[in-house]
């Protein structure tokens, strides 16, 4: 016996694989062994950058006496979540059904066929925290498993009907509407925390997808207050210490109810998201600091996220030397060391730095700073502002010095897929076309590295790859994010003046979008599976709605049909949107507030507009077509030698296009071509 880890390419797996624990990867391997041996599985799910997971390990998965227990009486099995998401989700789904919150990192016990029977999430060594020991609670696992077998059967069983009840849902009579994101709106506003943004209370999460909701009601129900959430929400993200001010880019969460003290991880997914609603904003309300958040996000992606192909790694570690934060955080004679005493001293004024501190970190029990900008009453003056840049300058330089957290730099389809389109939707927001270059690049190592081909020639996209290993097949969010980042470069590609790569963007959409229908579309319910048809590995499959920090694949899949029947003008693309939108109205209308990514997705739907820009001198009406609000437009641009789908509904009007013309249409009407950007500009005010 032995871990198995080191065959590993995850770097969360890699972690693990000196632990004296005899880890298993995921497979049928480890479960014929747990069948053969009559014993029960040990599964634990984390990911690299969890400070508590790296806390349970540490303390009881490096320990010999934890580990002999384990190995005594368990299969050991470790599963990154990230590189299987499908896994993850279905024995949290079942975690939920023991009553438990869910989290990582995430114990389960399963029958040696994979089904569990009982769960929690972070056990400590010692008794604590109002939680058992964790050898006890393996020993009393392993009694229950040999002398309760009657009890532990039932059990697995009743877990197994119960993610069958979640996963099937009851026909509807009423079908989804915008009235149902109507209602939500002002219920929404009061989970809303006026004062600091973000919902209300501890610990606060960006929530991209109810505030691109909030940012959508704004527009739908003609009311500032909406919007005004979001700015709210943005400016005091980017403000607090959730964001590097130093580096760029956002933490996961803060842990408190006003975004000073992060988990100090920073996420692929929450960036991409984060990036899309600061372009939304500035673009309505253009403020400096929306817009410099951006850049330096861009610029931490670029600088510390690409790999050498131009993909996107996955994430930073909330942990340096064991540490959470210390790479981060500052004492003040570290602080004077840099700048010097009065320099300090002036930097301290707008970043909340002191020599009392503003974080006391109890396990060496000193106070540090995180810096943030939330006691400020008024923005630094211009000059101000000026003195501040060579200071955080000379900061970042020592800061670079330090002991880095771990990247975890495992190539992702659909968190590249999430990147790619918020790159290309920024850059139409902010008018910078290098993010375009970013974006083509990316895609392009993603398409090298993980496309592969079906059994009948049909092309499909694997998962993830590290270290060489591919993990196939793919999921369901892989193929709808990628299909929605064809499509934004199919808009944009024209954007830079010039092709970046040779590429039909618009074939690769429709190629991804074919894959989630053949492998991923439950025929029973109609509605997408997260596993694909032919995953071997897993006990159900399951193809949960609501949201989650990383998009669910039906609210991506929908908004990329959406463009599709825009940029294709098939009929197909339309008649599936209203299937899957059909498929996932019990749920949405169930339990609206965990729907927001759908109900977005079904504002795209209905309330976008398509503008076909046509003629052979149509670079400004392109331009200016581009520059719309990226979540009310579809962009449709006809090559010279192009004609539109004979089912489009600006078929009847393109001879009308002359040298250069724009067309809005909208709900299968259009309006006559103008001629100018003065009168497409008032059009798109409309």
Same mark, same amino acid.
């Given at each position: ?117 009982? =769960? =929690? ?28 077998? =009657? ?127 600061? =372009?939304?904003?500035?673009?309505? /309300? ?112 020592? %800061? ?51 496309? /592969? ?165 149509? %670079? ?67």
């Amino acid at each position: 016996m032995s871990n198995e880890l080191a065959k590993a390419a995850s770097p969360y797996l890699l972690q693990h694989k000196d632990n004296p624990v005899h880890w298993r990867l995921w497979g049928p391997a480890a479960l014929a062994e747990a069948e053969a041996a009559n014993k029960p599985i040990l599964l634990s799910v984390g990911y690299a950058a969890c400070h508590w997971c790296h806390v349970m390990a540490h303390e009881s998965f490096e320990d010999p006496q934890t580990a002999a227990v384990m190995n005594e009486l368990f299969v050991n099995i470790k599963v990154d979540r990230e590189e299987r998401p499908d896994i993850d989700h279905i024995y949290m789904q079942a975690l939920h059904t023991f009553g438990e919150q869910g989290g990582w990192p995430m114990t389960m016990f399963l029958t040696p066929r994979g089904e569990p029977f009982w =769960g =929690g999430t972070y056990f400590p060594k010692e008794a604590r925290y109002g939680r058992p020991a964790f050898a006890t609670v393996l020993r009393s696992v392993a009694k229950a498993f040999r002398d309760e077998q =009657g009890k532990i059967t039932s059990n697995a069983e009743a877990v197994r009907r119960s993610l069958g009840r979640i996963e099937s849902g009851e026909p509807s009579a009423a079908p989804l509407s915008l009235a149902v994101a109507d209602a939500l709106a002002p219920k929404l506003t009061d989970y809303v925390d006026p004062v600091d943004g973000g919902l209300r209370g501890a610990p606060k999460f960006p929530n991209p997808a109810i505030f691109e909701f909030l940012w959508r009601a704004g527009a739908r129900l003609d009311d500032q207050k909406y919007r005004d959430l979001v700015r709210l929400t943005l400016t005091k993200m980017s403000e607090g210490g959730i964001y590097d001010h130093l580096g760029g880019g956002y933490a996961r969460y803060s842990t408190d109810d006003r975004w000073l003290v992060p988990h100090f991880e920073k996420m692929l997914y929450d960036n991409a998201q984060i990036l899309e609603l600061l =372009g939304l904003a500035w673009r309505e /309300f253009g403020d400096d600091l929306l817009r410099q958040r951006a850049y330096e996000t861009v610029g931490w992606l670029t600088r510390e996220m690409t790999n050498a192909g131009g993909g996107f790694s996955a994430s930073l570690d909330a942990d340096s030397e064991g540490e959470e934060g210390k790479f981060y955080v500052w004492t003040w004679p570290e602080l004077v060391e840099v700048l010097g005493a009065e320099d300090a001293a002036f930097f301290g004024k707008f970043y909340n730095a002191s020599r009392i501190g503003n974080w006391a970190k109890e396990k060496h029990g000193r106070s540090v700073t995180i810096l943030n900008r939330l006691e400020l009453k008024l923005p630094p003056t211009a000059e101000e502002e000026a003195r501040l840049v060579p200071l955080k300058r000379k900061l970042f330089a020592v %800061r670079e010095t330090r002991v880095h957290p771990g990247l975890d730099d495992k190539i992702m389809a659909d968190w590249n897929g999430l990147t790619i389109a918020a790159l290309v939707n920024s850059a139409t927001a902010f008018g910078e076309p290098r993010w375009i270059a970013l974006a083509t690049r990316a895609y392009h190592h993603v398409v090298e590295h993980l496309q /592969f081909k079906d059994d009948d020639g049909a092309p499909r996209l694997a998962h993830s790859t590290r270290d060489g290993v591919v993990v196939k097949p793919g999921l369901a969010l892989d193929h709808a994010t990628m299909a929605r980042a064809a499509l934004a470069l199919h808009e944009a590609r024209h954007m830079t003046g010039a092709e970046l790569a040779p590429c039909d963007y618009l074939a690769d959409a429709v190629a991804w979008a074919e894959a989630l229908q053949r492998h991923h579309i439950e025929p029973e319910t109609g509605r997408v599976a997260m596993a694909a048809d032919d995953a071997k590995d897993i006990i159900i499959r399951l193809a949960p709605t609501a949201d989650d920090a990383i998009p669910n694949a039906h609210s991506v899949a929908l908004s990329a049909l959406a463009r599709l029947a825009a940029a294709t003008g098939e009929a197909k693309w339309r008649a599936r949107a209203d299937a899957l939108f059909a498929a996932v109205a019990p749920a949405v209308i169930a339990q609206p507030v965990g729907h927001a990514g759908i109900l977005n997705a079904l504002d795209l739907y209905l309330r976008a507009r398509e503008i076909v820009v046509a003629g052979p001198q149509r %670079r400004e009406p392109y331009d200016a077509a581009l520059a719309a609000p990226f979540d009310t437009r579809m962009v449709l641009d006809l090559e010279p030698d192009a004609a539109l789908p004979p089912s489009h509904p600006a078929q009847a009007q393109i001879a009308a296009a002359g040298t250069a013309a724009a067309f809005v249409c909208s709900g299968g009407v259009c309006a006559l071509p103008v001629h100018d950007i003065a009168a497409l500009d008032a059009l798109l005010a409309h």
